[in-house]
Each structure stands twice: as structure tokens, then as C-alpha cells.
């Protein structure tokens, strides 16, 4: 099991108890022709595509669980262990299988997750199934302030969700509070990059996935998710009718673009943060890569490394978070372990739609070890190493990397 300390528990504000009494979805049905994944090892990458289509819809269903008003709650794992509703583990889950949920529980958890929002427009890192909101990573104890990549998520789902639904009624009803979300990410005013402050005690967690790193000074990571949500946020305006306010965020969206191409680049990768874990970031590079973030000639180099450095930054069809021998200069996290070298199945997919730039048949090859190691463990979890796994049936391990897995294939169809 993950590292998840003692946790303290904010007191939900009256917008909660207002969208709790939405209406609960209805039972899911299986697509037609989606059975059980099978138990046969992936020669191909469309069978391993395959597999994880099966396998994530199978677990997003059986992690279902019913929140205290009667609304679906989808925590990040099957079984217990994260006893929450995590807002950027289900955007992951929506980035790599939306046609797994219901368009109600779709608009049901928008709403459930949107109604946490503080009063200074700070969005939740999770939400206990009670309906209390939690607002930094470890259950309250991360940071004194809340997380920094909060709101872009909620962007996401908002985004999602409108993708599937079509829905523009909900999205006039609720853009505005996106917007305010967006106002409250710690940015520097000069760049516009997300900053997290320096010292101690720690201002803020960053990007989730890295809750237990403490990164300071501008963080690429969560500069990045704010440039995905500033575009995002433009299509949601958009589609509310207000044009001019979306172009300003898309304004936005390439002030930071360009921010991050020059602030993190060093040559070959970017780089975590510019003050505290001022290291080369393999996930965040990939990420910009995908995004459409790094510049052509970034995502040569970027592809190149990740081609060249293989065998040091993947195990198992798994990636770390730095290169090869690295670890982050300010942990807790014992070398080796979750967020400080362990190998995760998350980024996958940014990873090979990357590599697949300079070697599409290494990024195949990626995706199938990956798929054939989760058959082979008969578990899917959330990172591991050498004698070493945390968390099993871990949601965003086996939906997340369909995404860029997608993307890779449309690429190469338009060649």
C-alpha cells in the first residue's frame, strides 16, 4: 500500500449539499462485445490495446461505490485502500475510457467533485465518500496550502464530461466556477508558470503523481496541465457563447507555452522545477510531447532520450519518474520505491507516443511487455520495481496509457 499519512478533513460548503441531491445513475451495461479480457499473453499492440480497453472497463465497474447521497463515487483502485473519490485519478480514467460511465454518473461526479470547491476558488485533491472535501494530497497533510493541480484537473472532467454529454446547459451553469479555479493556481505573475513557494514548512504539493516530492520555485508538471485546462477552458466558453473570454485563454494557454519551452528546457529534456528538484523530468517531458507543449525539434530530442536511455527508465513496460540512478533531492520516499524510482504504468502512454517518433516498434513493444507483465502478476499496480509492488488494480495503470496509446495509432494513420 502507498504511503498515505494521518488525515485531516476540511468541512464542506453549502454548494455540496445542494448538487448531492442530483439525481443517481442509472446501472451500466457492457458495450456489445465487451467480455472479460482474456488471460492470453498480447503478441500485437492491437491486442494489447484490446486488453486494456476490457480490462480498464472491468475495473472502472468494479470500483464503483456509492457516496452517503446515493451517488456513484469512483475511487482510484478495486478493492479498499483509497477510501475516496480522487478528482485526477477519475480524469484519468475519463481520458482513457470515457465509454465506461453512464452520461449521468458522468454528470453526477462533475457535480459531486465541482461542489468541493472552496470559497477562494481552490478545487479538491479528493473527496471522501461522506461528501467532506480534502484539499491537499495525504488526506489534509501535505502542504498548508491545497495542491497545486487541483483545478486544472477539474478542467478536465468539466471537458470530458461535455465531450460525452454534449451538455451545454451544464456547462453554462458551471463555467464560471471553472474560471475562478483557474484564477486560484499559484502562478508567477511574470511567466505565468505554476509556482510553488520555497522553504519550509512546504507551501503546497505539486502534481499528484509527484504528492510526495517537495518541488519548489516553478513546476513543469503542473505548467503543463495548466496549459492542457487554459485550452480546455477556451472550449468551454466557447461552447457557453462566450468567444472572447475563451480567446484570452488561449492567449493564455501560449504565454505559458512558451514560458515552459524556455524556463525548463536544458538541451535534451525539461527540467521538474527551478528551485528545489531543479532535475531532468521523463514523465513531464513526455507529457509536453504529447500536449503538443515541446517544439518540434524539443520532441526530437525528448523522443531521441527516451529512445537512447531505454533500458535504464523502463522495467517491465513500466517508466520512472527520472533518469536512470536519479532520485528527487527533497523526499521522504526511500530510493527505489513509489514516486522515487519505482516504475509506473501511468505515463505509458505519453511515453510511446513519443518514442514512437524514432522507434515505433520499441513503442509497440512497450505497451505489450507492459500488458503481458499485468497478465503474467495478475495485478495491474500502481508502480513497482525489483521485489517491490504498491497498490493493486490500480485504475489509471491500466486506462490512462490508452489515451496516448490512441493517439499514437491516429498519428501514424495520417502519415
Not at 79 to 97: I, P, T, V
Not at 235 to 254: F, I, T, V, Y
Not at 397 to 413: F, H, T, Y
Given at each position: 500500500m502507498n504511503p498515505m499519512p494521518v488525515r485531516r478533513c476540511a468541512v464542506p460548503?453549502?454548494?455540496?449539499l445542494g448538487l448531492l441531491l442530483a439525481p443517481t445513475a442509472p446501472?451500466?451495461?457492457?458495450?456489445?462485445?465487451?467480455?472479460?479480457?482474456?488471460?492470453?499473453?498480447?503478441?500485437?499492440?492491437?491486442?494489447?490495446?484490446?486488453?486494456?480497453e476490457k480490462r480498464s472497463t472491468q475495473m472502472i465497474r468494479d470500483c464503483r461505490r456509492k457516496t452517503k447521497s446515493g451517488i456513484a463515487a469512483f475511487p482510484p483502485q478495486v478493492?479498499?485502500?483509497?477510501?475516496?473519490?480522487?478528482?485526477?485519478?477519475?480524469?484519468?480514467?475519463?481520458?482513457?475510457?470515457l465509454e465506461a460511465f453512464t452520461e449521468a454518473e458522468l454528470k453526477d461526479s462533475y457535480r459531486f467533485l465541482l461542489a468541493g470547491q472552496r470559497d477562494d476558488g481552490a478545487m479538491v485533491d479528493c473527496?471522501?465518500?461522506?461528501?467532506?472535501?480534502?484539499?491537499?494530497p495525504g488526506f489534509g497533510s501535505i502542504g498548508a496550502n491545497p495542491v497545486a493541480d487541483g483545478s486544472q484537473f477539474m478542467v478536465s472532467v468539466a471537458w470530458r464530461t461535455f465531450q460525452r454529454t454534449r451538455d451545454t446547459n451544464l456547462v453554462s451553469a458551471t463555467v464560471d466556477a471553472l474560471v475562478k479555479g483557474m484564477r486560484a493556481v499559484p502562478r508567477d505573475s511574470a511567466s505565468g508558470l505554476v509556482f510553488i513557494k520555497p522553504g519550509t514548512p512546504l507551501d503546497r504539493a505539486s502534481y499528484g503523481f509527484t504528492d510526495s516530492i517537495r518541488k519548489q520555485g516553478s513546476e513543469l508538471?503542473?505548467?503543463?496541465?495548466?496549459?492542457?485546462?487554459?485550452?480546455?477552458?477556451?472550449?468551454?466558453?466557447?461552447?457557453?457563447?462566450?468567444?472572447?473570454?475563451?480567446?484570452?485563454?488561449?492567449?493564455?494557454?501560449?504565454?505559458v507555452t512558451e514560458s515552459i519551452r524556455t524556463v525548463f528546457w536544458d538541451g535534451s529534456l525539461f527540467r521538474a522545477a527551478t528551485a528545489v528538484c531543479n532535475q531532468p523530468d521523463i514523465w513531464g517531458s513526455v507529457f509536453a510531447v504529447f500536449i503538443g507543449v515541446a517544439t518540434p525539434e524539443q520532441a526530437k530530442a525528448i523522443a531521441q532520450y527516451m529512445k537512447n536511455n531505454y533500458s535504464g527508465i523502463v522495467k517491465r513496460g513500466q517508466l520512472r519518474h527520472l533518469p536512470a540512478g536519479m532520485y528527487w533531492e527533497s523526499t521522504d520516499t526511500p530510493a527505489g520505491k513509489y514516486?522515487?524510482?519505482?516504475?509506473?504504468?501511468?505515463?505509458?502512454?505519453?511515453?510511446?507516443?513519443?518514442?514512437?517518433?524514432?522507434?515505433?516498434?520499441?513503442?509497440?513493444?512497450?505497451?505489450?511487455?507492459?500488458?503481458?507483465?499485468?497478465?503474467?502478476?495478475?495485478?495491474?499496480?500502481?508502480?513497482?520495481?525489483?521485489?517491490?509492488?504498491?497498490?493493486s488494480h490500480y485504475i489509471a495503470?491500466?486506462?490512462?496509457?490508452?489515451?496516448?496509446?490512441?493517439?499514437?495509432?491516429?498519428?501514424?494513420?495520417r502519415k
Open positions: 460548503n453549502a454548494l455540496l446501472a451500466f451495461e457492457l458495450p456489445a462485445g465487451n467480455t472479460a479480457a482474456s488471460n492470453s499473453m498480447p503478441a500485437t499492440l492491437k491486442q494489447a490495446t484490446d486488453w486494456l478493492g479498499g485502500g483509497y477510501e475516496a473519490f480522487w478528482l485526477r485519478d477519475y480524469a484519468y480514467m475519463l481520458d482513457g475510457n473527496i471522501k465518500f461522506d461528501g467532506t472535501p480534502i484539499y491537499m508538471f503542473c505548467s503543463l496541465l495548466f496549459v492542457q485546462a487554459s485550452r480546455q477552458l477556451a472550449d468551454l466558453l466557447d461552447a457557453a457563447g462566450r468567444a472572447a473570454e475563451a480567446r484570452k485563454w488561449r492567449g493564455e494557454a501560449s504565454r514516486q522515487n524510482g519505482a516504475f509506473w504504468a501511468t505515463p505509458v502512454g505519453w511515453f510511446v507516443y513519443t518514442l514512437d517518433l524514432e522507434d515505433p516498434g520499441l513503442a509497440d513493444k512497450t505497451v505489450i511487455d507492459m500488458v503481458r507483465d499485468f497478465i503474467a502478476t495478475k495485478d495491474e499496480n500502481e508502480c513497482i520495481n525489483d521485489g517491490y509492488v504498491n497498490v495503470s491500466v486506462a490512462l496509457p490508452l489515451d496516448g496509446i490512441r493517439q499514437m495509432v491516429n498519428r501514424r494513420g
